[in-house]
């Protein structure tokens, strides 16, 4: 499984969040403000799911994010972004420009660098129904992407708080002619009703509505929650990392 915000998945000392005196008072306020730090803590939350029989054991492979408004140009969906797009949305919500949005190349890298090297050096299961890709907000939209434009590759995704409202709905609007149908892939959608999530609504609606024409039936091979009062924050993913995990990664999970 590929993590996008590879630096926010796990608590350990190399991450730059727990570099500098600041990071690390910002880090002890979000254990007192939320219960979490600054981590999804994914591996405790995985060994705990595996040692339950809950999944299959997997392979955690997390991609650190370039800094800053790069990780937006990193992880916003490009070939459907035209230029009158980027200025009637992108620009008024942040410095997005069309001509730095990487992520076509940010999914080739994934594709035909990384994967290649963990599969050499690693005892994976490499084909599609056992490689898996998942992240929160942007980190959402992007994984929803990789499903897109490399169906045969990723087998399933699990998209968190999925910031749809970006681009306006050009996104969701591409997914229309460029989703694959359903039968070799398992997709996982949620989002709070607080902060950033309150405003995901239509999107998510729109999205759901695309998995449905294209044959996904809900619980079996798609799912599409909502956690009424939960907001914008890892604390909130942390606390139901375990849902997406079970349905991608479950033992009765069709491979």
């Known amino acids: 499984m590929y993590l996008h915000d590879g630096q926010m998945m796990f608590d350990q000392p190399t991450s730059p969040f727990n570099k500098g005196v600041l990071m690390k008072l910002y880090s002890l306020y979000a254990k007192l ?84 090297y963990v599969d050499q050096n690693y005892r994976t299961k490499s084909d599609q129904s056992n490689t898996f890709i998942m992240g929160s907000s942007m980190g959402g939209m992007i994984s929803a992407y990789a499903i897109s434009e490399y169906p ?55 999205m759901d509505s695309i998995m449905k024409k294209n044959g996904f039936i809900r619980d079996l091979d798609w799912k599409s929650l909502v956690f009424e009062g939960e907001s914008h924050t890892i604390a909130a993913w942390q606390k139901r990392l375990h849902i997406p995990l079970q349905f991608l990664l479950s033992s009765n999970s069709q491979k």
């Not at 969906?77 to 949305?89: G, L, R």
């Not at 399933?156 to 306006?168: D, E, F, I, M, N």
């Not at 002619?177 to 999530?197: C, L, M």
Request: charged share 25%.
């Open 33 to 116: 403000r939320y219960g979490t730090g600054f981590f999804w803590d994914v591996d405790k939350t995985v060994a705990r799911l595996i040692e339950e029989g809950s999944i299959d054991p997997i392979i955690l492979v997390s991609v650190y994010n370039l800094p800053k408004v790069k990780r937006r140009t990193e992880y916003m969906p490009q070939k459907m972004i035209t230029e009158q797009i980027a200025t009637d949305f992108l620009h008024k919500e942040s410095d997005i420009r069309k001509e730095n949005i990487t992520s076509d190349k940010y999914l080739r890298f994934l594709v035909d660098e990384l994967k290649p």
């Open 152 to 206: 045969e590759v990723f087998g399933g995704a699990a998209c968190l708080s999925t910031h749809w409202p970006l681009g306006g709905n050009s996104v969701t609007s591409w997914y229309e002619n460029h989703w694959p149908q359903a039968g070799n892939h398992r997709i996982y959608f949620d989002r709070g009703t607080e902060s950033y999530d309150s405003t995901y609504g239509p999107g998510q609606v729109h």
